[in-house]
C-alpha cells in the first residue's frame, strides 16, 4: 500500500469542510505510489487568483493540482476552492462531503499524470475516479439528480 504525506491547510473561512482527516483518507484512496501532497482550502479570491496567474483563467475553479515532483515519490500541491466546491454541490444535488471526496480523487489522479483534455483520457479518467469514490462510500461523482 502507498505511503502518503499529508499537510491540510485550511484558508478559507466556509461552513461544513470536511476535517483533515477525511481529506487523506480520500487521498489514500486514490494512491498508486508513495505521494507527498499539500491540500489547501482556499476561499474564492484566492482560487481566481492562482487559476488566472497558472491557467490564465481569471475565475475561480472548484479544483487545482499542482505537480512538483515525479521521483523518489510525487509530490505537489491540490487547491480547492470552498465556495465554488459548495455552489457546485448544491446545483448538482449532491452531498458537500461526496463532492470534496471526488475533487480530491481527481486531484490525486492528476498529481499521478491523469488529465481530462483528451475524451480517451477524460473516460479513463472518470472511470478510475468513479470506481475509486464509489468504493469510498459516495454515488458516482458523474451521476448528476
Given at each position: 500500500?502507498?505511503k502518503l504525506?499529508?499537510?491540510?491547510?485550511?484558508?478559507?473561512?466556509?461552513d461544513?469542510?470536511?476535517?483533515?482527516?477525511?481529506?487523506?483518507?480520500?487521498?489514500?484512496?486514490?494512491?498508486?505510489?508513495?505521494?507527498?501532497v499539500?491540500i489547501r482550502?482556499?476561499?474564492a479570491?484566492?482560487?481566481q487568483?492562482?487559476?488566472?496567474?497558472?491557467?490564465?483563467?481569471?475565475?475561480?475553479?472548484?479544483?487545482?493540482?499542482?505537480?512538483?515532483?515525479?521521483?523518489?515519490?510525487?509530490?505537489?500541491?491540490?487547491?480547492?476552492c470552498?465556495?465554488?466546491?459548495?455552489?457546485?454541490?448544491?446545483?448538482q444535488?449532491?452531498?458537500l462531503?461526496a463532492?470534496?471526496?471526488?475533487?480530491t480523487?481527481?486531484?490525486?489522479?492528476?498529481?499521478?499524470?491523469y488529465d481530462?483534455?483528451?475524451?480517451?483520457?477524460?473516460?479513463?479518467?472518470?472511470?478510475l475516479e468513479?470506481?475509486?469514490v464509489?468504493?469510498?462510500?459516495?454515488?458516482?461523482?458523474?451521476l448528476?439528480t
Amino acid at each position: 500500500m502507498p505511503k502518503l504525506a499529508a499537510t491540510i491547510q485550511y484558508a478559507s473561512d466556509a461552513d461544513n469542510i470536511p476535517s483533515a482527516s477525511l481529506f487523506r483518507k480520500w487521498a489514500k484512496a486514490a494512491l498508486r505510489v508513495d505521494t507527498e501532497v499539500t491540500i489547501r482550502i482556499v476561499d474564492a479570491a484566492e482560487g481566481q487568483s492562482l487559476n488566472n496567474t497558472y491557467r490564465g483563467k481569471d475565475y475561480a475553479t472548484n479544483v487545482l493540482t499542482f505537480p512538483l515532483t515525479e521521483e523518489p515519490y510525487l509530490m505537489g500541491d491540490i487547491i480547492i476552492c470552498a465556495p465554488v466546491v459548495a455552489a457546485e454541490a448544491e446545483a448538482q444535488h449532491k452531498s458537500l462531503e461526496a463532492h470534496y471526496a471526488h475533487l480530491t480523487v481527481h486531484g490525486i489522479l492528476h498529481l499521478h499524470g491523469y488529465d481530462h483534455e483528451i475524451e480517451a483520457q477524460a473516460e479513463l479518467m472518470e472511470g478510475l475516479e468513479t470506481a475509486i469514490v464509489t468504493k469510498l462510500g459516495y454515488a458516482s461523482p458523474y451521476l448528476i439528480t
